[in-house]
């Protein structure tokens, strides 16, 4: 069974891209979000079941100034 659902694997993995197009380290992503150190690479984990919830993508979309639809998918997976 895994970990992370389809539509969790996602958005981390929109969430990633964004993090990334800006050079934005896991570490700074983390503290910006107001997590310890190693939150976001316990999310970006495919053995780990931590994800991001609704508040979470509401705090991303200010961090990379989008709309937290920018996370989600079209249509359903």
């Known amino acids: 069974m895994p970990v992370k659902t ?6 981390i993995q ?3 891209e964004k ?3 800006i ?3 896991q570490l700074q992503l983390s503290l910006e979000l ?3 150190e190693g939150y976001v690479g316990k999310v970006e984990s ?3 079941p931590d994800h991001y919830n609704i508040d ?3 705090k991303l979309a200010k961090i990379f100034k989008c709309s937290p639809q920018d ?3 079209k249509k359903a997976l």
Do not use: A, D
Not at 6 to 11: A, D, G, H, K, L
């Open 6 to 11: 389809p539509i969790q694997w996602y958005v």
């Open 14 to 16: 929109k969430v990633r």
């Open 19 to 21: 993090r990334l197009e």
């Open 23 to 25: 050079e934005m380290t």
């Open 34 to 36: 107001g997590f310890s």
């Open 46 to 48: 495919k053995n780990l």
């Open 56 to 58: 979470h993508l509401n």
């Open 71 to 73: 996370f989600m998918p």
